[in-house]
Structure formats: structure tokens, C-alpha cells
């Protein structure tokens, strides 16, 4: 069954440094999507991305984070500037098409920022 | 006031028992889900409504959209059901995904 695959599983970074977490969706999907939990707390949306351009995006995504699709299968989300309160888990997400579709979501990569 | 609240929080029951997590949300949505966290933090969909019932396996799903309510039943539960079980909502004309604070439920043997 395909699946969503996201790389590394779990990245430490020291503070200001850049992260790069890698997702590859599942191949016939076309809206992707990056959320993040805080341990301890709910899932939080970060961004939408659909025609590789972003079609939503929450207030947690500043000007710090952005996203790529530059190979037509990797989705990649880019932190530039890491801060402690980036430590979170990261999921990367999929799904076929627009409305209230079914999303499939990756393993997850933990961030731990020091 | 969060958009998607479920209760309870935590639930601790025995095997064997019937177990319902509620999820209330305050939003327009296009459909919900019923998913599930486990302790290595993966997320699995279980379901995705828009209106009735679903059913797979000894999970059960409602929604009442008039009520914007909707519970996760398991029938005879076991250990392994022991997880987090999140409601998300589709958002009414965004692409977003809106996640309640999760239910813990433990079952012992």
C-alpha cells in the first residue's frame, strides 16, 4: 500500500541553524501539507501546497519557515533560522484532491533544537 | 474557544468494555476524521465522515452534523487499542485540517 515517507526521523539542530525535513508524498497525490505538534499538545496546521505554490498557510508559518516540492516526488520544509520552540514533531501529509478528502499522513520527523 | 473539543481527555477502562470518545466542534466543515496517535507519535486515519455512521471492524463513527457532533465507539476493547484517538475537522472552504486535543485511552487487561 503506498505510503507517505518522511526523512530524517529525528533531527537535532543547535539554535539559529537551518533544518531541511523531507517528505515524499504518495505518487497520484496533489495537495500536500506540513503540520506540527509540540509535545504535550494538539496537531497544528502549518501549510497547504497544491500546483506548487502554497494555498494556505497558518500565522505559526512566518517568514522562518518555507516549503518546496523541487523534484516532483520530495516536499521539503525549510526552517532557516531554528528557535527552541521549534522543537516539535513535524508531519508531512497528503492527500488526492481537493474538499474534505482523506489525508495520509507520514511518520513524522522530531526536531530537537538546543 | 478551540474550534474542536473532545472528551474526555484521558479514559481508562477495562477489556472488554465499550468505550466512546466525543468530539464537539464550533465550525462549517466539509467532513471530520477520527484519528489515531501512538506512543512512537505516527498518525493513522481511522475515518473520514460527512454525514451517518461508519463502521470497521470494532470501530464505530457518527456524526451529527445538525448537533456538529460526532463519537468514536470501540466495541469489546483490547490493550492494543490503547492510544491517543484525535478528531480533526475539514474546514468549510479551506484546505486545512482542524485537530481537537486528542483522548487518551489506556486499556488494561
Known amino acids: 500500500e503506498p505510503e507517505v515517507t518522511q526523512t530524517p526521523s529525528h533531527q537535532v539542530t543547535q539554535m539559529g541553524q537551518e533544518v531541511i525535513l523531507r517528505c515524499v508524498p504518495i505518487?497520484?497525490?496533489?495537495?500536500f501539507y506540513w503540520y506540527r505538534q509540540i509535545l504535550g499538545q494538539k496537531v497544528e496546521f502549518l501549510v497547504s501546497f497544491y500546483n506548487n505554490e502554497i494555498s494556505e498557510k497558518s500565522e505559526i508559518f512566518d517568514d522562518q519557515f518555507s516549503v518546496e516540492r523541487p523534484d516532483g516526488s520530495n516536499f521539503t520544509l525549510k526552517i532557516r533560522s531554528t528557535k527552541l520552540e521549534d522543537s516539535a514533531m513535524y508531519f508531512c501529509?497528503?492527500?488526492?484532491?481537493?474538499?474534505?478528502?482523506?489525508?495520509?499522513f507520514g511518520p513524522g520527523t522530531r526536531l530537537t533544537v538546543t | 474557544k478551540n474550534e474542536v473539543e473532545q472528551s474526555p481527555q484521558n479514559l481508562t477502562a477495562q477489556e472488554g468494555e465499550f468505550i466512546t470518545i466525543n468530539c464537539s466542534y464550533s465550525?462549517?466543515?466539509?467532513?471530520l476524521h477520527w484519528l489515531q496517535q501512538h506512543p512512537g507519535g505516527g498518525i493513522v486515519s481511522l475515518f473520514m465522515l460527512s454525514s451517518g455512521k461508519k463502521k470497521h471492524g470494532r470501530l464505530i463513527a457518527t456524526i451529527n452534523i445538525q448537533e456538529k457532533h460526532s463519537s468514536l465507539h470501540i466495541t469489546a476493547s483490547h490493550p492494543r487499542d490503547s492510544a491517543v484517538y484525535i478528531c480533526a475537522v475539514s474546514i468549510q472552504g479551506a484546505q486545512k485540517l482542524v485537530f481537537g486535543q486528542g483522548t487518551r485511552l489506556t486499556i488494561n487487561p
Open positions: 501529509a497528503s492527500r488526492v484532491t481537493s474538499g474534505g478528502y482523506e489525508q495520509y
Open positions: 465550525v462549517g466543515i466539509s467532513a
Open positions: 505518487s497520484n497525490h496533489l495537495y
